[in-house]
């Protein structure tokens, strides 16, 4: 995550804290010294940081603060507050027209990620509000842009309406017309950036804001970039009026001081954040669950959609069930490492669970080649010995080796695996573990 760094600064100020018992102003003081080189060295404004200190500072020195029992505790609750605040206070929608398409104009330097973020936010409206997206090609100058735009759109099965080196501002109007005789109810116009901000590019959005009078300028900044995403922000505000911001690159390992920035400079929300490079990687930007994040805290709201969107609610019931009877199979073993795998790499899941170190699986990934094996192994059983891996006797176990392109000695480290996940399943199901399983949406199993 973007904000590994400051996390890791932040818990220790906050450890030393808890250590005291009693707080005095003195106390807060140092503290609030080390939350601001913390935030500085986070690539966090200068001004923004000030301020943000000064805030957290005067409510934590505050009779009801240092009087209280748990007075790290709740100086940790201002800083979450004031975190919160300072990206927004809560999530932020589009703005939806009342009456023909609604048309969103993405703006940006160039490598933002304009193209493919845009793509990606057109494909979460189309399956989470059920939109009817059209992308529009009106970055006309980078090579191979209006290519990538089609390719994205082909592979999110979004249709893309280009009229290759076309005047922008027509290719905009044209693209407006096409929609409403289409039924496309959302439209995605994909602008020209530069590697930096000049007249002719400003004088060429505003010509294409005045001929189809957006309902949302959106400006997608490079969290990775830091300070400088802020400073553009800026900039294109001042130039074009934007409402709102969208992220890329937070899964990147840069300061990421432009999220916590981004929004005090400008007075805008951000609204969406790209957290990866696969397409479906994009999310709505909760401010409260980031600043969990933040502070470790974790962010279970995030992971419960995760799994909802990974999870195929049918099976879950099924599975649930045959847990409780103790009858998971190499079948439904091979199932949710496939569902696991869809939720992303193990260390963005380790970061929203509260109290799990997420630097510990720095990186961690389901390899994608112990997964085909399996894959293979499995299929290479039959029903009988996918139900029953007791019955794999040395002889059977050559058969699905030599029929799966793998060796025995595979198969027995999956046995071994599975052996183990059926023991704890055993123990869940007898209740030895408590909180771990349930029905409903109770327990692990039952989210």
Do not use: W
């Not at 932040?10 to 009693?22: E, H, I, T, V």
């Not at 290519?147 to 407006?176: H, N, R, S, W, Y």
């Amino acid at each position: 995550m973007a904000f590994e760094s400051l996390s890791e600064k932040l818990s220790a100020a906050f450890k030393k804290l808890r250590g005291k018992g009693r707080l005095s102003e003195s106390d807060i003081k140092e503290a609030m010294r080390e939350v601001r080189i913390a935030l500085l060295e986070a690539d966090v404004s200068y001004k923004v940081v000030r301020d943000f200190i000064k805030t957290v500072s005067e409510r934590a020195v505050g009779r009801d603060v240092l009087e209280s029992l748990t007075p790290a505790q709740m100086v940790i609750k201002i800083v979450n507050e004031e975190l919160c605040a300072l990206m927004g206070g809560e999530s932020a929608k589009l703005n939806i027209a009342s009456n023909g398409p609604t048309v969103v104009m993405l703006v940006g330097l160039q490598g933002a990620g304009k193209t493919t973020n845009g793509a990606k936010l057109a494909a979460l409206q189309k399956k989470q509000n059920s939109r009817r997206p059209l992308l529009v090609a009106c970055d006309i100058y980078r090579p191979a842009a209006i290519k990538q735009l089609e390719t994205v759109g082909k592979q999110l099965d979004i249709p893309v309406f280009q009229m290759g080196t076309a005047d922008p501002v027509d290719i905009a109007k044209a693209a407006l017309e096409h929609a409403k005789q289409h039924g496309n109810d959302i439209v995605f116009l994909d602008t020209a950036g530069r590697l930096h901000i000049d007249e002719e590019l400003m004088d060429e959005l505003k010509r294409i804001k005045e001929a189809v009078r957006p309902n949302e300028i959106m400006l997608v900044v490079d969290a990775m970039t830091g300070q400088d995403a802020v400073n553009a922000a800026g900039a294109f505000n001042d130039a074009l009026g934007i409402d709102s911001v969208m992220l890329t690159k937070l899964d990147g390992d840069a300061r990421g001081g432009a999220a916590l920035s981004v929004k005090a400079v400008t007075g805008k929300p951000i609204k969406f954040a790209g957290t990866g490079e696969k397409l479906d990687q994009i999310e709505v930007f909760h401010p409260d669950r980031m600043a969990s994040r933040i502070l470790g805290m974790g962010d279970v709201l995030t992971l419960i959609e995760k799994a909802e969107q990974a999870v195929d609610q049918k099976k879950a019931a099924e599975l649930t069930e045959k847990l409780l009877k103790n009858r998971f199979t190499l079948t439904d073993y091979y199932d949710q490492l496939i569902q696991l795998k869809s939720m992303g790499s193990l260390s963005d899941i380790a970061g929203m669970i509260p109290g799990m170190d997420a630097k510990a699986l720095s990186g961690a990934q389901l390899d994608d080649k112990m997964i085909t094996r399996i894959e293979a192994i499995i299929l290479s059983m039959t029903k009988e010995e996918r139900d029953n891996p007791a019955i794999l006797n040395s002889s059977r176990k050559k058969r699905i080796a030599a029929g799966s392109g793998t060796a025995v000695v595979d198969i027995n480290r999956l046995l071994k695996q599975f052996e183990m996940m059926q023991t704890m399943t055993k123990q869940m199901s007898k209740g030895r573990m408590p909180g771990m399983f349930g029905r409903g949406k109770k327990g692990l199993f039952g989210m």
